[in-house]
């Protein structure tokens, strides 16, 4: 359920309830935010998210928007271990030139029932992370469509929450794309990273968009 609107120059808001998420309470991905998506179809709804966002686009190109989300407990059960979600982003657009920045921070409350329910006995009470993305698309001469080049930096730490852990993946992607027509793109860009306490994980990746 969601209810959504405009209000001043350039600025609207959206509000939505939905079923929240899962998360598993104990092996290595307990408390990790990305193991607790779920199938809507199948989704558990015992506990569910409220979100709100305020977004300001009252300029051709820019949207600048930040969101906040609460659920009383992500676990779906009894363990009352509640979690807010700050978010904050820039989209901005001026001619050939791009920007796009995020920021996030989860930050999970309760020890539960047990010990083992804790999300802070890993650091996991605290995960965070942000981007930035610079970009450049034109066309190149005789050759149809348009060419895009980006670069991103990323950084994110799911156990942000400990001093002893080493946790921190730092990311860099430099790519090219090529859109032949407006609905379809291809794309390529490198990765390398600079992880501690986890190995690298470089390499390359290819895609195809299409979009109808």
Partial sequence: ASVLGQFGEGFSYDLAMTSGLDVPQSG?????????????????????????RIKWSGMPGVELASSFQYQSDITQSDEGISATLFEAHADIRRGPWGLRALYARWDLDGSGTIAASDPAADGRDE???????PSLTGSLGMIPGEFGVFGRYSYWDNNAGSSVIDSEMVQMNVGVNYWPISDVVLKFDVQAQDNDGAAD????????????
């Avoid at 995960?127 to 993305?133: A, D, P, R, S």
């Avoid at 994980?201 to 109808?212: C, R, S, T, W």
Wanted: aromatic content about 18%; cysteine-free.
């Fill in 28 to 52: 290595s991905h307990a408390y990790l935010i990305r193991s607790g998506r779920q199938k809507v179809a199948e989704a558990r709804a015992d506990d569910f998210a409220y979100t709100g």
């Fill in 127 to 133: 995960q965070e992370g942000w981007y930035i993305e």
């Fill in 201 to 212: 994980d470089n390499g390359f990746n290819l895609g195809i968009g299409y979009q109808f």
